[in-house]
T-cell receptor, first 113, second 109 residues
Framework: SAVISQKPSRDICQRGTSLTIQCQVD?????MFWYRQQPGQSLTLIATANQGSEATYESGFVIDKFPISRPNLTFSTLTVSNMSPEDSSIYLC??????????FGSGTRLTVV | AQRVTQPEKLLSVFKGAPVELKCNYSYSGSPELFWYVQYSRQRLQLLLR??SRESIKGFTADLNKGETSFHLKKPFAQEEDSAMYYC???????????FGSGTQLTVLP
């Protein structure tokens, strides 16, 4: 199955700044998903990143706040822009594996102060 | 809209006791259902999926379409089963996962 390298693993950022999270997959994948896990909450899908087209955002998430790049089939970035303490979460990327499975990155624990 | 409900946020059982983690779903089509597990300080990983009808680490889960449930069961819990468990649903070609809120299982010695 695919292996995802996600970085940074954690960061502490000042409010108003931006952080870019990277995910590198060891194989080519068509779809890549970005999730957010707020403290004590479940995973919520932010957007689906497709190579060669704009990301598709879920309700409540907008491109200006969470711009996504997908320059090729093995790489994607998610930027958390103009951060506030409410953005403190774990951010994860995920890719489909095989016909039914999924694999996840190790997550980025973001704290905004 | 699809939804996954895990009614128990916390569940504690003694070692050797049976355990059942509940999951109910709401989806109009034919769902693909999964259980994911996250052990302390590890990444989220697939435990099992309904489509393969497999048993992993002694856990099983049966899809009950009449009750729209996909409960996770193990007859004899082990301390190493202590983890956060998420039920998830995938719909159609979009391949997105909708997660339940998770159940933190603690197996006591």
């Amino acid at each position: 199955s695919a292996v995802i390298s996600q970085k940074p693993s954690r960061d502490i950022c000042q409010r108003g700044t931006s952080l870019t999270i990277q995910c590198q997959v060891d194989s080519q994948v068509t779809m890549m998903f970005w999730y957010r896990q707020q403290p004590g909450q479940s995973l919520t899908l932010i957007a689906t990143a497709n190579q060669g087209s704009e990301a598709t955002y879920e309700s409540g998430f907008v491109i200006d706040k969470f711009p996504i790049s997908r320059p090729n089939l093995t790489f994607s970035t998610l930027t958390v822009s103009n951060m506030s303490p409410e953005d403190s979460s774990i951010y994860l990327c995920s890719v489909p594996v095989g016909k039914y499975g999924y694999t996840f990155g190790s997550g980025t624990r973001l704290t905004v102060v | 809209a699809q939804r996954v409900t895990q009614p128990e946020k916390l569940l504690s059982v003694f070692k050797g006791a049976p355990v059942e983690l509940k999951c109910n779903y709401s989806y109009s089509g034919s769902p693909e259902l999964f259980w994911y597990v996250q052990y302390s300080r590890q990444r989220l990983q697939l435990l099992l999926r309904h489509i393969s009808r497999e048993s992993i680490k002694g856990f099983t889960a049966d899809l009950n379409k009449g009750e729209t449930s996909f409960h996770l069961k193990k007859p004899f819990a082990q301390e190493e089963d202590s983890a956060m468990y998420y039920c998830a649903l995938s719909s159609g070609s979009a391949r997105q996962l909708t997660f339940g809120s998770g159940t933190q299982l603690t197996v006591l010695p």
